[in-house]
């Protein structure tokens, strides 16, 4: 799994800036760090089209872009929920914390795709090619349909189980005391419920900003107006 708090996208830094409208290429170094740039170098960068056009500015360098992150895997998240009895809001939050919707993300233990599944999980579930979107939702929703089952329809064990393992979950007989696992299940549990524990809903827009040194930095906490 890769490592989101406030921020969704782990920060990379560009050859030189991108303009709206660029093409720009992805790679995910062995650290886990990505790297966006539209001039790519090495043969491990992969195509990512075009910097959304539809961004909009919010002031102090920072840009709103287009909520497209779901729309492209709706119809096979909503195939897995109606064929593994699992809400559908449920699959996107998962897959919202996993990978932040990128079909190509691999974590720095190995992990694949849009929920995050390792190799052998995949074998496992006949996952073929975990780069496939409905492949991988496929799988990843049945296993945590599995997950469900196995510790008695109980989601947050499920989802611990779905981070750390089985094993971790029933040698420590709930929530392993892992800082990232319990991260994890807050993390998912509150985009599944759509809000915060005081009540107020999440912010479900993601926004971007380069910094000066040619960081690029995405978040899904709304940048507050200089006053």
Do not use: C
């Amino acid at each position: 799994m890769k490592r989101f708090a406030a921020v969704i996208f782990a920060v990379a830094s560009l050859a030189m800036a991108l303009p709206a409208g660029a093409e720009t290429f992805r790679l995910v170094a062995p650290d886990g760090t990505i790297h966006f740039t539209n001039a790519p170098t090495d043969p491990r960068y992969r195509r990512q089209g075009m910097t959304p056009p539809g961004a909009t500015g919010t002031g102090a360098g920072w840009f709103r872009l287009p909520s497209t992150d779901l729309a492209p895997y709706m119809s096979e998240i909503r195939a897995a929920a109606e064929r593994y009895a699992l809400p559908e809001a449920l699959i996107s939050a998962v897959i919202r914390v996993e990978s932040g919707f990128n079909p190509r993300a691999v974590s720095r233990k190995g992990a694949r795709g849009l929920m995050q599944l390792m190799p052998s999980t995949a074998s496992i579930l006949g996952v073929r090619n975990s780069f496939d979107p409905g492949e991988n939702i496929d799988g990843g929703a049945r296993h945590l349909r599995g997950l469900i089952e196995r510790f008695s329809n109980d989601v947050p064990l499920a989802l611990a189980a779905y981070n750390a393992g089985e094993n971790a979950v029933v040698t420590y007989r709930g929530i392993p005391p892992y800082a990232e696992t319990q991260d994890y299940v807050a993390r998912v549990l509150r985009f599944f419920y759509g809000t915060t524990t005081n009540g107020t809903t999440l912010p479900t827009e993601t926004f971007k900003k380069l910094e000066s040194d040619g960081t690029v930095v995405y978040t899904n906490i709304p940048p507050r107006p200089r006053l």
